[in-house]
């Protein structure tokens, strides 16, 4: 190793000074990308002196007392990411630090816009609609919630093709049932090497346009997982054009290890701004399209950032990222792309969907903390891109969620219009199914939180086929009880609980820890 002290280059930096009230205290933060939120978006931090926040996109700060608060966010991401750092001075907000660091001084930088207002969950709306039409996102259609099955959350890595095949028999059996699924994706375990998309592997003996031809035969849409812009060290793209990949200061691949197990560990990013890449890119593509499959999701996304020497010595890892997107989408205009560990904002205009939170499991622990990072990230839902809240998973078997926590889990299917699943239908119990169902027939649209609980959304408010409605997760271990007039119904009416469903309700509702209840009126 050679560690020492070296000049950083100059890139872009500015401030924006704040004069707000001295009891200022209100931050809402966010992540770039698919990654669990450890900490809430919203949050009242503590006095302090020391203690200073970033945040990435977008950042809001203000006064929840006098409703005075600030937004300032990035609106474009075509050469840079943006970052954002709240600086206090003397336990008061003194400024918020802008910062890109691949647009260096002299250079045209990303568009940043300052919105100020008195409710800070519009300001997020109003911010996604000003990426939304900066980025040239495309309107979408949004009338059915999108339904699907996925192999990973059942299976992982160990599928076979005789799990994929009876699954796929299994949804095709319940088309007239509660869930009908849209999509059936075949995901990890099919290739035979990270990079090597269109290799099979000998556990797939049945060459997938065969099952690709099955799948539309079925009447659903065939779809696909990989990594388009990575590869492993052992892979056959790697071995035999080593000259594709981003190099490192000495000229050799830049590699990182990935989450696969060896010797599919140690990942390469190819360099998409190298036309032979991009040509390589297009061809996995139409080659799968050829195939029958017409939805993708693309993992790994983050890793086509990799900072190094690529063919260009003008493009930045944003630029180039973007480029070899775009050539994707050019590659198969018509099918669904899903993006998923991206970094969101370079990804505007270029996918129909994002994952919007980190890989969910049959487990309280962690559906409790995807729900909390899918909530929080209401203002995105079908603005910037569909949100792909993961799986939704209600099942009683491979897993321990009671049937309380398997609604939460369903409700972020409700809120975001997405619910796709990997639960295996032939073994779920009929409360599990209908629930499963719920989940892909309801839609909360223009669902903005109402209370919060520790910094995370407990509380939305909306409306559900043209009423008014209000959901709400309880993630705490206590009863919590809350009346009609602080959830903003009418207490003299009746409302319908619909996610157990309860049924009628009057003045007030009661819901158990770990569970969730959507009140229609």
Not at 355 to 378: E, L, P, Q
Not at 435 to 441: I, K
Request: with cysteine.
């Amino acid at each position: 190793m050679n560690c020492k002290l070296t000049a950083i280059k100059p890139y872009y930096q500015r401030q924006i000074l704040l004069d707000l009230p001295p009891d200022s205290y209100f931050v809402y933060r966010q992540d770039n990308n698919m990654s669990l939120l450890q900490q809430p978006a919203a949050f009242f931090y503590a006095i302090s002196f020391d203690e200073d926040f970033f945040s990435a996109d977008v950042i809001v700060v203000g006064n929840e007392r006098t409703n005075q608060y600030i937004l300032a966010g990035a609106v474009t991401a075509f050469r840079s990411l943006t970052l954002f750092h709240l600086v206090r001075k003397a336990a008061r907000m003194y400024s918020i630090e802008v910062r890109q660091p691949d647009i260096t001084e002299g250079e045209t930088p990303e568009e940043v816009v300052i919105l100020e207002g008195d409710d800070w969950r519009k300001l997020l709306c109003q911010y996604a609609d000003i990426c939304a039409e900066k980025m040239n996102v495309p309107k979408f259609n949004t009338e059915k919630n999108l339904t699907g099955y996925c192999t990973w959350y059942y299976y992982y890595a160990d599928v076979t093709e005789k799990d994929f095949l009876e699954n796929m028999q299994i949804m095709k059996d319940h088309q007239d049932s509660c869930y009908k699924a849209q999509v059936v994706q075949i995901d990890d375990g099919y290739q035979t090497f990270q990079g090597d998309w269109n290799d099979q592997d000998p556990s797939w003996p049945t060459p997938l346009p065969e099952i690709g031809k099955k799948i539309q035969e079925s009447g659903m849409t065939a779809g696909i997982w990989l990594m388009p812009f990575l590869a492993s060290t052992a892979s056959r793209v790697f071995r035999e054009h080593p000259d594709w990949f981003v190099k490192d200061e000495k000229d050799q691949p830049s590699v990182a290890k990935g989450w696969s197990p060896p010797p599919n560990d140690m990942w390469a990013c190819l360099d998409t701004t190298n036309p032979e890449v991009l040509e390589h890119l297009v061809k996995i593509f139409r080659t799968f399209y050829s195939w029958g499959f017409r939805y993708f999701k693309m993992d790994g996304l983050g890793f086509g950032l990799r900072p190094g020497k690529r063919k260009d010595p003008d493009a930045t890892p944003v630029s180039a990222f973007r480029q070899g997107l775009q050539a994707i989408r050019n590659a198969v205009p018509d099918c669904h792309l899903l993006g998923c560990c991206p970094p969101f904002m370079p990804t505007l205009g270029l996918v129909d969907s994002n994952r919007i939170s980190a890989d969910t499991k049959a487990v309280w622990g962690a559906v409790k903390i995807i729900y909390n990072t899918v909530a929080a990230r209401f203002w995105m839902y079908d603005r910037l891109f569909r949100a792909d809240p993961d799986v939704i998973i209600t099942r009683q078997n491979r897993g321990s969620l009671t049937l309380g926590e398997a609604r939460i889990s369903a409700l972020g299917g409700i809120l975001t219009g997405v619910s796709l699943t990997s639960d295996n239908l032939s073994v779920i119990e009929p409360d599990r199914l209908e629930l499963l169902g719920r989940a892909a027939n309801i839609r909360m649209r223009n669902a903005v939180p109402l209370k919060l609980n520790l910094g995370w959304p407990e509380v939305f408010t909306g409306t559900v086929d043209g009423k008014n409605a209000v959901a709400i997760a309880n993630t705490t271990n206590e009863w919590k009880e809350f009346t009609f007039a602080s959830l903003h119904l009418d207490p003299e009416k009746e409302a319908e609980e619909i996610l157990h469903p309860q049924g009628k309700r009057k003045y007030t509702i009661s819901v158990a820890p770990h569970d969730a209840v959507l009140l229609i009126q």
